[in-house]
């Protein structure tokens, strides 16, 4: 915070915020959709890291560019390692922005966000940033994911599905399960 004097002088706060360095970040990721029976799905993750309070965060696939990489490569990448599903981008979906603390560092990220569709792989290869990785219908994505911004991207999401993909006709799927549509 800052004061101005009556002789016009600024004075600067001293102490922790004071101290505080800022830096920004950028991630790349997707909504990485199915249908099955005429019901729209999901790839999620479960994220556990150590000292989370919440016992972990249901979350979208997502990571750091490498150097020199691309959003779209670095979204790909990242899903495809997180997933253990092989995708092409459908269209990108908005950004999310978002501020945190770590290790006495603000940082400001933003996370650019593709819509998805799985052209091979299989859950069970994703890697361990996630502990569990599944697919689940549109609908229940809000009851499941942790972070609000996420679950706007995903209605946001499926309003671009295909007109009909984004009705829920069956509360289960009709087909049997494979590696990349839902199981139930």
């Known amino acids: ?6 002789d016009r002088r600024v004075e600067r706060r001293v102490g922790a915020v004071a101290r505080l360095r800022t830096t920004t970040a950028t991630s790349a990721g997707g909504i990485v959709y199915t249908v099955d029976g005429g019901r729209p799905y999901l790839v999620i993750g479960l994220r556990r890291r150590e000292g989370d309070r919440r016992g972990g965060t249901w979350t979208l696939p997502k990571g750091t560019p490498d150097p020199g990489e691309t959003i779209e490569a670095t979204a790909i990448r990242e899903v495809r390692e997180e997933s253990g599903l092989q995708v092409r981008i459908v269209e990108p979906l908005p950004s999310i922005s978002y501020r945190f603390m770590q290790d006495g560092t603000r940082i400001h990220k933003t996370v650019h966000y593709f819509l998805m569709e799985p052209t091979g792989g299989d859950l069970a290869n994703h890697d361990r940033e996630f502990e569990q990785v599944r697919w689940v219908a549109f609908d229940e994505a809000p009851g499941i994911l942790t972070f609000e911004t996420e679950r706007a991207l995903v209605a946001t999401a499926q309003g671009l599905l295909p ?15 494979r590696s990349t549509e839902p199981s139930t």
């Open 1 to 6: 915070m800052v004061a101005v004097r009556a």
């Open 163 to 177: 007109a009909a993909t984004r009705s829920v006709p069956d509360p289960v799927p009709t087909r049997a399960s």
